[in-house]
């Protein structure tokens, strides 16, 4: 079985800085690992995802990811945010075999101030 | 491309009754999940079909939850008798199957409220 673990429910940051959401994961087996995002009232929209190959995975609207094995961690990072970045973001995982179920960590609040 | 459509957005019902909520996937999705999202939590997976045919419902509570998915495009969701704690969101996601990996798309969920 897999967990996620997200280490901050809430991130405050100013405009223009930049920012790290971190993820920690547990599984027996190999892993594919996701970031997603929801804006109020919406549902949850892809931002990354690794599969395999480099460990940097660049995603929509200038976030990026590293996966690094040996930690157990896929922290999600962005040089420099906007207001638009304002939402909750999810971390998850799914295993390489099976009915590649997607387990989800509690969940970020970035807040983006002015 | 039209997304995951979920009906209703919103539902506020009182404890023990029954309530039903509709999805439609993106056509030509195979495969299709169910997942509740209690405020303040991620969203947990509580049935997957692939086509017609349940894939894993382990975290379905039975005794109270039901779901189908007639001709392998909409799928159903009900509970009944609901209770206070199926207060939560809940999110319709389909995906074409196949290779791991696969990106899921999410509806935009339906807000239940039990009173």
Known sequence: AQSVTQLDSQVPVFEEAPVELRCNYSSSVSVYLFWYVQYPNQGLQLLLKYLSGSTLVKGINGFEAEFNKSQTSFHLRKPSVHISDTAEYFCAVSDWQGAQKLVFGQGTRLTINP | ?115
Not at chain 2, 77 to 93: G, R, T
Not at chain 2, 100 to 105: I, K, L, P
């Open chain 2, 1 to 115: 491309e039209a997304g995951v459509a979920q009906s209703p957005r919103y539902k506020i019902i009182e404890k023990r009754q029954s309530v039903a909520f509709w999805c439609n996937p993106i056509s030509g999705h195979a495969t299709l999940y169910w997942y509740q999202q209690i405020l303040g939590q991620g969203p947990k997976l509580l049935i997957q079909f692939q086509n017609n045919g349940v894939v894993d419902d382990s975290q379905l509570p039975k005794d109270r939850f039901s779901a189908e998915r007639l001709k392998g495009v909409d799928s159903t969701l009900k509970i009944q008798p609901a209770k206070l704690e199926d207060s939560a969101v809940y999110l319709c996601a389909s995906s074409s199957g196949g290779a791991g990996g696969v990106e899921q798309y999410f509806g935009p969920g339906t807000r239940l409220t039990v009173t």
